[in-house]
Structure formats: C-alpha cells, structure tokens
C-alpha cells in the first residue's frame, strides 16, 4: 500500500474506499513483517489518515486494540504458543543454524540480526546474495524439520514452518468469525505468499509492482492481479472484488 518509489506515497481513493468500507462494518487487519513499534512509526511516519482495526505483525503475531491505555495487546493466546514453539525449534535447530551462520558469515557479505531472544534473522547486500543464501538455507535443512524462514527483498527472518502471513490471518479470522470466503488478501512479496496462495483468503490480489511468484501464486489461486502499483492495484483489487 506504501509506495517507497513514487507519489503519492499513498493512494488517497485505496484510503477513502477501505474507511468506507470499514464504516459499513468491514474490519482491516495490516498483514506486516514490521514489529508493533516499527508498524506504528510507519503509519506515523506515511500518515496514514485510518487505523487498523487489528494489526499482525513480525509475520506471525495477532494483536487486537489494547485495554487500559495500551495501543495494542495480544489477541488470545497464540503469541505465546507462538513463541514457545519458535524457542523449542530454535533449541533442536542449532546445528542447522550454525551451518547457516558460517556460511553467512565467511561466504557473503550479509549482515546477521540479532534481537534479545537471539538470531533473527539477515540483511543480504542484494537480490543475488540473497538468492544464494536461501539455496544454502534450502540444502542445509532438514526437510522433517519445521526451520523455516520468510524473505522480503534483502531481509530473512528465521522462523516455524507453521507460522506465517497467512496463519496468523486464519487465526485473526477464527477470533473474530470471518469465513475465507469473506477475506481479501493483498501483497507483493515472497512472506505474502502464504496468505495468498487461497488457503486462507478467497480473495487474493497484488499490485502490478508484486514479484512474479506472487503473480503466480495469485493467479494459481483464482485471484486478481492489478494493472497498477502499490496502493493503487490495491484500490484496483478491492473494486474488482466489490465488482464479483
């Protein structure tokens, strides 16, 4: 919905159609690979003129509006299952990660994350090393494990297989009632994909700026590919979906 390359940096008809449509009783969850802190610097930081009515954030974690004075808080008990499950894997994937670490750190000029839990994750240099680190990823898994992980262009965070975009959209819809055949998904990068791919959304869209294995996976599952970018393919989506 942001764009990072043009003006406007937001599409004022995508913002005035979804506070429309959430007047009528449409709720908007923001489907986000930033932290809480970081979403929130952003809809400052873009002025984005609507809230969300929930946010998911770090590709795996629900929060509803918070009680008490807080902005947001935890939305049921799926972060901290969440959590458990991300320690106990991290804990039995430690050689995996260790040969993911070696090889980062002697063969790419990547930058390790860390956070205080631990690794998190990388930042690549560019498409090409980033290419290069996932097929590392790839050969060095385990393919009974669930170490996983979820890429945005140059940034890789190390993750469960069972967690992501789209797992925490099922839970988000499973808490507040919402079948898959009322969700509409848009994205346009490789962690948008799980919730993209019709499992969990009925209707599945990306802007025309989206990478090609989204387009695939959008297409693949009957959705709509934009004409136009960013938040106006999205604006685009949304009416053809109205539309249908």
């Not at 947001?72 to 995996?96: K, Q, V």
């Not at 009974?144 to 819809?173: I, M, P, W």
Request: aromatic share 10%; glycine share 6%; net charge negative.
């Amino acid at each position: 919905m942001v764009s990072h390359v043009s003006e406007p940096i937001l599409d004022f008809q995508c913002m005035e159609l979804i506070s429309d449509l959430q007047k009528q009783g449409a709720i908007w969850a923001i489907n986000t690979g930033r932290s809480v802190d970081l979403l929130e610097s952003g809809l400052t930081d873009f002025e984005f003129p609507i809230r969300p009515d929930f946010i998911l954030t770090t590709e795996r974690e629900v929060f509803r509006p918070g009680t008490n004075g807080e902005r947001w808080e935890p939305f049921g008990d799926w972060n901290d299952r969440c959590a458990r499950d991300h320690a106990e894997l991290f804990s039995s994937a430690r050689s995996t990660l260790a040969e993911v670490v070696d090889f980062v750190s002697q063969r790419t000029k990547a930058q390790l994350l860390y956070h205080a839990e631990g690794l998190e994750g990388l930042r690549a240099e560019n498409e090409e090393e980033m290419n290069r680190i996932v097929e590392f990823i790839e050969q060095a898994r385990d393919p009974e494990s669930k170490f996983n992980y979820q890429r945005n262009t140059v940034y890789l965070r190390f993750c469960h297989a069972d967690y992501h975009k789209g797992a925490a959209l099922a839970e988000l819809a499973r808490l507040i009632n919402i079948s898959r055949e009322n969700i509409f998904a848009a994205g346009d990068h490789h962690n948008d994909i799980p919730m993209l791919n019709g499992q969990f959304a009925a209707m599945p869209a990306c802007p025309a700026n989206a990478i090609d294995e989204v387009k695939t996976a959008v297409r693949n599952a009957g959705g709509y590919v934009a004409r136009r970018q960013h938040g106006a393919g999205v604006h685009e989506a949304i009416e053809h979906f109205l539309r249908t």
